[in-house]
C-alpha cells in the first residue's frame, strides 16, 4: 500500500502539550504587559488547557499583537499540514504500524499473513463521521487501538481464530465512529480502548 499526502485545515489538527505551553506563555505576557487582567488571564488559560485542536486555541490569542497572535501556526507547506494519508497495511511474515499523527482514510483494509499490524487512532486525524477498517488475520494478529470515547462497532467474524468483540458499544456523543469488520482464521484481531498520551498525562498531573 503506499502512502498518499493530502493537504488538511491545520485548524482540525489536534494540538500537542507544546502547543498549549506556547499559547499560554503569549497569555502571561499579554497580561504582564496590562493587555488582560488576571480575571481575563485565568479564564484564557483554563480554555488553552482544556482546547484539542489549533481551531480552539487560535481565538484565545486573536485579539493580541500580531507577532504573538498565532504561535502554533505551521507553514501551510511543512509536513504537518500534509500529513500522510495511508489507505491501508500488509504484513506478510513481517510487520506494520499507523501510529502517531496520521490521516485516517474513510475505509483502511489491512492484512497480516503469518505477521502483525498495529492501527492506532489514539493521536490519527479522522476527517470523517464514520470510519471503516476491514482487518484480515490469517495466521497472524492485528491490534486495533481507538480511544476511549470512541463510538465502535465490530462485525469481524473468527474461524479457529479470535475476532474481539468485546470493546463494541457506544462512546460520547459527537465522536467519530469506527466500524471493524474482517477475518481472523488461525489467528487473532484484537480491539481495544485507551486513553489518549494527553489524558494519561493530564491524570498522572491530577493524582500528584
Not at 504582564?32 to 481551531?55: I, M, N, P, S
Not at 492484512?111 to 476491514?134: S, Y
Request: aromatic share 6%.
Amino acid at each position: 500500500m503506499t502512502d498518499l499526502p493530502e493537504r488538511i485545515d491545520h485548524r482540525e489538527l489536534r494540538a500537542a502539550d507544546a502547543d498549549r505551553e506556547r499559547v499560554a506563555a503569549v497569555l502571561r505576557e499579554a497580561a504582564a504587559e496590562g493587555r488582560l487582567d488576571l480575571g481575563e488571564l485565568d479564564e484564557r488559560l483554563g480554555q488553552v488547557y482544556a482546547a484539542k485542536t489549533y481551531g480552539e486555541l487560535e481565538p484565545l490569542v486573536r485579539d493580541l499583537p500580531a507577532a504573538a497572535s498565532r504561535p502554533f501556526d505551521p507553514d501551510p507547506d511543512s509536513d504537518i499540514a500534509r500529513l500522510p494519508t495511508s489507505s491501508g497495511g500488509v504484513a506478510v511474515m513481517s510487520e506494520f504500524k499507523r501510529q502517531g499523527r496520521w490521516v485516517v482514510p474513510r475505509i483502511f483494509t489491512c492484512l497480516a499473513f503469518w505477521g502483525g499490524g498495529t492501527i492506532d487512532l489514539r493521536e490519527a486525524f479522522i476527517r470523517h463521521g464514520t470510519v471503516k477498517i476491514r482487518a484480515f488475520a490469517i495466521m497472524g494478529g492485528i491490534d486495533v487501538i481507538v480511544p476511549e470515547d470512541t463510538n465502535l462497532h465490530i462485525t469481524g467474524i473468527g474461524i479457529m481464530g479470535a475476532f474481539d468483540h468485546g470493546a463494541s458499544g457506544a462512546g460520547a456523543r459527537g465522536a467519530p465512529m469506527v466500524v471493524v469488520s474482517g477475518l481472523a482464521f488461525w489467528g487473532g484481531v484484537s480491539v481495544k480502548r485507551k486513553r489518549r498520551k494527553e489524558e494519561r498525562k493530564r491524570l498522572n498531573e491530577a493524582g500528584d
